[in-house]
């Protein structure tokens, strides 16, 4: 971070531009992500973002990235959006997730890179990478983040989310299990992650709904919704996640089927950590595209 004082007209300037994009970005503020106004979220969705294998179309992939962007950050253009989020000098991780049954599609790591790109940064100053960040040389230099992981449930957690996505960046994952991950904002104030994070998207191509045991998988509770969701503040994004799995819930099994365990990580995030909004009403949720079954 800069060390450059900002005089009062720039303070306001740039406090108000950020304000639009839903909290203050990381350059200007040493704050993470919470704040007094409503916090912006974008949600995304289009009807023919797979194909026939339930494979995204990287095309609509890039399209529905950009369109998002753009409207979290108020901007006409694409490149003018990745002008806010990252600096040309910037050295950036792209922290994804690759559990075996719901990776983070390689079409939107491809989209998130191919913007960071053309926004000037060097390709040795860019990684895409999960597990393995702790040894990746860029991750350890790394003055911006960005973080992006499908949703989908949790036997531990309640729902595997952005906010667990960082888990890979302690020596000891298991540390964070207590208390069905109760603390997991923590991990958001280490020193090698706190203050860097740009941009969180969190996938909802086929989230998981439902699951049983630590590594339960069944299509069964796989489905097509066809989103992503799009932020700032990875609190306000999960918790909009939140809301959507909740909802899917009631309509399968037909009854208001609480998750077990509880995904109490995203509101302790905000109430206990202050790390950013978990509150519905603080949240101003803009949905764009594909409108069917949009359970929100």
């Known amino acids: 971070m800069s060390n450059r004082k900002f005089t009062r007209r720039e303070f306001v300037k740039v406090s ?10 990381m350059p200007y503020s040493s704050e993470l992500f919470a704040q007094a106004g409503k916090t912006k979220v974008v949600l995304i ?4 973002v797979l194909d026939a294998n339930n494979k995204p179309k990287p095309d609509v992939i890039q399209k529905m990235l950009d369109d998002a962007v753009k409207v979290l950050f108020d901007t006409k253009d694409t490149a003018e959006a990745w002008k806010k989020i990252i600096k040309p000098s910037d050295i950036v991780g ?44 860029v991750f350890k230099r790394a003055t911006a ?16 989310s952005l906010l667990k996505n960082y888990i ?25 992650v706190k203050g860097k994070t740009r941009l969180n998207v969190l ?3 086929t989230p998981i709904f439902h699951s049983v045991g630590p590594h ?12 992503l969701i799009v932020g700032v503040d990875p609190v306000a994004v999960d918790a909009v996640g ?11 099994f037909k009854e208001d089927r609480p998750l077990d365990p509880p995904a109490k990580h995203i509101e302790l995030a905000d109430t206990r950590h202050h790390l950013g909004t978990a509150d519905m009403k603080k949240i101003d949720l803009i949905k764009i595209g594909w409108k069917e079954k949009i359970l929100i």
């Open 16 to 25: 108000a531009a950020a304000t639009t994009a839903g909290v203050l970005m």
């Open 45 to 48: 969705r289009d009807g023919g």
């Open 94 to 137: 792209i922290k994804t997730n690759v559990w075996n049954y719901l990776a983070t599609p390689s079409e939107l790591e491809n989209a998130i890179k191919k913007r960071v790109r053309e926004a000037g940064v060097a390709e040795d100053n860019i990684s895409i990478d999960d597990r393995g960040i702790l040894r990746n040389p």
């Open 145 to 160: 983040l960005i973080n992006t992981r499908p949703m989908r449930t949790h036997y531990w957690s309640g729902v595997g």
């Open 168 to 192: 890979m960046f302690v020596e000891t994952p298991s540390n964070y299990h207590n208390d069905s991950c109760a603390d997991l904002a923590a991990i958001w104030k280490l020193p090698q």
């Open 203 to 205: 996938v909802m191509l």
């Open 216 to 227: 339960g998988f069944s299509p069964e509770y796989l489905w097509q919704y066809n989103g």
């Open 242 to 252: 939140l809301k959507i799995i909740q909802a899917k819930r009631r309509e399968f």
